[in-house]
Every structure is written in C-alpha cells, then in structure tokens.
C-alpha cells in the first residue's frame, strides 16, 4: 500500500516536472521565433530593395525612367525645323547646308536661309504623305535636302521603328542615294530596285519618296 502510494506521488512529480519544463520552454521558442522574424523580414525587403535598383538601372541604361510615362518618338514626326544656326539648325540639315542660318517652314518647302536671308535649298519631309505606307515595323518617314534649282542632294531616314540591322542594310546598298542629283521629274520616272535582305524597309523607303514627290 505504502509502495504504491510512494509510486503515485513519484508519478506524479515527474508528471509536473515535464509539464513546468514544457511550459519553460516555450517562451524561449517564441522569443527565438520573434528573433528570427524581422531578421528574416529584413532580409526579403533587402532582396526587394535590390531587385528594385536593378530594374531602375536597367531602365535608365534603357533612356526610360521611373514614375513617368516615356512618350518614345513618333515614327512619322517631322524633325524639329530651327530658327538658325546659333539657335540650333537640325544637324541633319546643316550637314547638307554648311552655311544655313535659319529653315523657314512652309507647308510643304521648307526654305534655307543663309545669314544674308538667300534661299540656299530646301527640305522636304515625307511624311504625312508617307504615314500609312508601312516598311517591317511601321513607316519610314523620310527627310529629303534639295538645292536652290531643287535638285535632290540627299535622302535620310527620320526616327522609325525598323530593325536598325535593316537600316544599316539599306544605306550600305546605298539605296538612300539613287535620287541624288535628280530634278524632281527625274527622280518621278527613275525605278529603284529593293535591297535584299531589307526588302521590307526598302520598298518602304522608296514607295515613301515617291509619296511625296507626287506632292512637289
């Protein structure tokens, strides 16, 4: 009798022994689990962070930038016609005309203007003649630079969104220079071949030119 009581309380004493060591170790599991939260929350917003900053380098290796819409040039947008040299004539332009000072814009003649106010030549722009004539990708508008007795000097390609390797496949053909040196007329009547391997662009280009010809 006396064995089995000692047996009870024996039981018994180990009983809450375990169930005290239990609940000891419960707050150090919590407090573990609390440690490792914010360690663990810290470690997601570093990754975060890092993914953020990748993406905004990458966008602005890519000229875009965050928090703004980036309006990407329009394929058939004329290229902006200046006041003068010292005001900014367009590159494109004063390489064709060293000595312009100033482009008037008219509606469909653009007139160049040396320093004395002599008109020197003249530029021409495809498009809106050109906007629904589609290359790859879209249209191809187009600049043209003629002289004083307007005769072609020169056709370039304006902002577009072709593939650049079809571009540069199309100027190394010298397909842009088979109207230099042409009236007008001339340049009406004369049939330019398509380059191959930007057959696409090409046609493009030419049906483009011809758009506008139509128009002088």
């Known amino acids: 009798m006396v064995m089995k009581q000692i047996i009870r ?5 180990l009983l809450t022994m375990s169930v005290s060591a239990l609940y000891a170790q419960q707050p150090e599991k919590q407090q573990k689990q609390n440690n490792e939260k914010p360690s663990t929350e810290k470690a997601e917003k570093k990754i975060v962070k890092k993914n953020s900053d990748t993406r905004a380098r990458e966008m602005r290796q890519m000229g875009m930038t965050t928090g703004k819409t980036q309006k ?3 394929s058939t947008k004329k290229m902006e016609v200046s006041k003068g040299r010292n005001e900014g004539v367009d590159p494109m332009i004063a390489k064709f005309f060293p000595n312009a000072e100033k482009v008037v814009e008219e509606k469909v003649w ?3 203007m040396d320093k004395d106010g002599t008109l020197i030549g003249y530029v021409v722009y495809s498009s809106p003649a050109s906007d629904e004539i589609k290359g790859y990708a879209g249209p191809t508008p187009l600049l043209i630079a003629l002289d004083a007795k ?3 000097i020169a056709v370039r390609m304006l902002p577009n969104k072709e593939t650049p390797r079809f571009c540069k ?3 190394d053909n010298g397909l842009l220079d088979s109207w230099n040196g042409l009236s007008i007329k001339d340049a009406k009547k004369k049939k ?7 057959t696409f662009t090409s046609n493009s280009i030419i049906e483009s030119l011809h758009a506008i010809l139509k128009k002088l």
């Open 150 to 152: 307007k005769n072609i």
């Open 72 to 74: 990407m040039p329009a």
């Open 192 to 198: 330019v071949d398509a380059v191959s391997g930007a």
């Open 9 to 13: 309380i024996t039981l018994a004493t």
């Open 169 to 171: 496949t199309v100027e």
């Open 110 to 112: 653009n007139n160049v």
